[in-house]
């Protein structure tokens, strides 16, 4: 026997009946068609729907993408307020947790311990998360102004998730205290991966921290810093959870994202139409996906380091 | 010389160490201001809201526990939870196998199918998975969203086993079909056990990410006896808004079992929950 295509097909293990395959796969394709392909078929379907109580469907076209695009104000309140904390929140996230990481890459004291204190909010729930934040934003008791007081800078005190100005940053806030160390562990698992002799070798150059940073380990990191880029700007695009916990939207939409949008249309305003909210979904799932395609496009290590 | 040099590094390394205070202040502190607080009354931590909690006031987690609805959002989460990650556990790995194992005629199309479930945003499932359970009367009920917590998270679990599954050598393959192995006991005796540590995983990040699932559980299910803990927790502390030192009882109750969990398998589940993102 010589060769792959020598062996019997009985004994190659590479093959198998069509039987067998559909009884490893049947399962998972089964449950996955039904309640995930089905229902992303069905929202896009309702798009094109008006969908009112008692599931009477009539078909409206293009007309609640018109309505929205032309004649919804909190629709755009909520896509500027997303994009905002998407970008922000990216940039502190990827940038923050590669300083988290290098902080302790560089060996700083109990570091081993820190490592795991510091990824403890984000085993948390978002629920638990925002109440948290809640009482520390509170303006009389919370923790945000007491440290202001503290510091003597008690001029600053604000009613931080009170007023629309700081509402969309406080929340912000509280997204980062949860989610920093999860960019700090992947970076850091990068770092430990990158060969020891190229950082070294500028070492001896005598080569600035910073400049280190710049121009030895950031490109180097590129694929992860890539992949976290994207990872973050997928998360932050469809954040609902933390913002529907601390202020479900208000004041004034002063946080009112397209998630917290689309539920507030489909479960809350009393306008009975699941056709409207779909339409916000499908847009907002068809611009993730435009930009996700271009970011990984455009950001795509052109040639590779071979280290 | 040396004892200068040392001394200079020593300085440099200042900022760095007193970055890592504030920032390990800034992760911690919260969550101790939390716990004094869950040992405390209302009226004490309005007198002075950063005080040590003496006496400590052990009882109010008693009155929390039987007094509200606690022992059944434990209770269901643990249920739904349970079910969920061994139905999608035993459904991923055999579909994972299968991919990984197996050349045939469409292998890619499936592949491409399933890990596409990756980027879908919960927001273009959730309105007709609404419609869908309430069609076939499984809204409102632990067993539909099981089935949505199963389907939901096939995508991430064929991605992490069937990455881990295709290093498998070959050769053990081979072997095994030559001894006469069927295709089940192949992925029953040679893929789980050596599968083992992506399996575990696999586990690990369906559980910490369904334990904390939101949006899917407040938008399928409504009577109170059904809540999973995430939105029990919100509903107590919404009705205990006054009471602030009873609200923080009960968050604390509900974070416990996560850091006592954490204190003994911190790395399994740091490993587990960042387990798409470090490669």
Redesign the interface.
């Known amino acids: 026997m010589k060769g792959r295509d020598a062996v019997p097909r009985a004994?190659?293990?590479?093959?198998?009946s069509l039987g067998?395959?559909v009884?490893?796969?049947a399962?998972?394709?089964v449950?996955?068609a039904?309640?995930?392909?089905?229902?992303?078929l069905?929202?896009f379907y309702?798009a094109f729907h008006t969908?009112t109580p008692r599931?009477v469907v009539e078909f409206a076209g293009l007309a609640n993408f018109t309505t929205l695009l032309f004649a919804d104000p909190v629709f755009w309140k909520a896509v500027i307020n997303t994009a905002l904390f998407t970008a922000v929140a990216t940039a502190i996230d990827v940038v923050g947790g590669l300083l988290?990481a290098l902080?302790?890459f560089?060996r700083?004291?109990?570091a081993p311990l820190?490592?795991?204190?510091?990824?403890?909010?984000?085993?948390?729930?978002?629920?638990?998360v925002g109440?948290?934040?809640v009482?520390?934003f509170d303006y009389d008791?919370g923790?945000a102004n007491?440290t202001l007081r503290f510091l003597g800078l008690g001029a600053w005190e604000q009613s931080w998730l009170g007023q629309p100005s700081t509402a969309l940053w406080s929340v912000l806030a509280a997204h980062e205290?949860k989610w920093l160390?999860?960019n700090m562990?992947?970076f850091l698992?990068?770092l430990h991966a990158l060969p020891s002799e190229v950082l070294g070798a500028a070492e001896l150059d005598n080569c600035g921290w910073f400049a280190k940073l710049v121009y030895v380990i950031a490109p180097m990191l590129k694929r992860t810093i890539v992949?976290?880029t994207v990872?973050s700007f997928?998360g932050k695009?469809?954040v609902?959870?933390l913002i529907?916990?601390m202020t479900g939207g208000g004041p004034l939409w002063s946080t009112e994202t397209?998630?917290t949008y689309?539920?507030k249309r489909?479960?809350e305003w009393n306008t009975f139409d699941?056709g409207y909210?779909?339409a916000i979904?499908?847009l907002?799932?068809v611009i993730?996906?435009a930009f996700?395609a271009l970011m990984t496009r455009l950001l795509r290590p052109r040639d590779r380091l071979e280290f | 010389m040396t004892r200068v040099a040392s001394l200079g590094a020593r300085a440099r390394?200042l900022p760095?160490?007193g970055?890592?205070l504030l920032?390990?202040v800034?992760?911690?502190?919260?969550?101790l201001?939390?716990a004094s607080m869950s040992l405390r009354t209302t009226a004490e931590?309005?007198k002075d809201?950063?005080g040590f909690p003496s006496p400590a006031h052990w009882e109010k987690f008693a009155d929390a526990w039987f007094k509200s609805n606690y022992h059944s959002y434990f209770w269901n989460s643990t249920i739904v939870v349970v079910c969920a990650v061994a139905l999608v556990t035993?459904?991923?790995a055999?579909?994972a196998?299968?991919?990984a194992?197996?050349?045939?005629r469409g292998n890619r199309l499936?592949r491409f199918?399933?890990l596409s479930?990756l980027?879908?945003?919960?927001?273009?499932?959730?309105?007709?998975?609404?419609?869908?359970l309430l069609d076939i009367d499984l809204y409102n009920t632990l067993t539909g969203l099981i089935?949505?917590y199963?389907?939901?998270h096939?995508?991430v679990t064929?991605y992490i086993l069937e990455g881990f599954f295709a290093q498998i050598p070959?050769d053990l393959?081979?072997a095994?079909?030559?001894d006469g192995y069927s295709?089940?006991e192949?992925?029953w005796r040679v893929t789980v056990p050596i599968g083992a540590p992506a399996i575990f995983t696999a586990v690990t990040l369906n559980f910490?990410v369904l334990?904390?699932?939101?949006?899917f559980a407040?938008?399928l299910l409504t009577d109170d006896d059904k809540r999973t803990?995430?939105?029990g927790?919100?509903h107590f502390?919404g009705s205990h808004q006054l009471d602030?030192g009873m609200?923080?009882t009960g968050?604390v109750i509900?974070?416990l079992p996560?850091?006592l969990l954490?204190a003994f398998f911190?790395e399994t589940?740091?490993k587990g929950?960042?387990a798409g993102?470090?490669r």
Not at chain 1, 11 to 16: F, G, H, T
Not at chain 1, 116 to 125: G, H, I, K
Not at chain 2, 26 to 31: K, N, Q, Y
């Open positions: 004994i190659d293990a590479r093959r198998a067998i395959l009884a490893f796969l399962p998972a394709l449950v996955y039904g309640f995930t392909v089905y229902p992303v069905r929202t309702n969908i599931s988290l902080c302790l560089a700083a004291p109990l820190l490592r795991v204190v510091w990824f403890t909010p984000v085993l948390m729930s978002y629920v638990v109440i948290l934040w009482w520390i008791w923790l007491a205290w160390g999860f562990i992947v698992a990068a992949n976290l990872l997928i695009m469809m609902f959870d529907w916990v397209v998630s689309v539920y489909a479960f699941l909210p779909s979904a499908v907002w799932f993730i996906l996700v | 390394r760095l160490v970055f890592a920032y390990t800034v992760t911690g502190g919260p969550l201001w939390v931590i309005f809201p950063y035993v459904i991923g055999m579909a196998h299968c991919l194992r197996y050349a045939f499936v199918l399933i479930g980027i879908l945003p919960p927001q273009l499932l959730i309105l007709a998975l609404f419609q869908i089935i949505v199963v389907a939901t096939i995508a064929v070959q393959f081979d095994a079909r030559m295709d089940f192949i992925f910490i334990w904390n699932e939101f949006l407040v938008v803990l995430p939105l927790i919100m502390t602030v609200a923080a968050l509900a974070i996560v850091v954490y911190s589940m740091i929950m960042t993102a470090v």
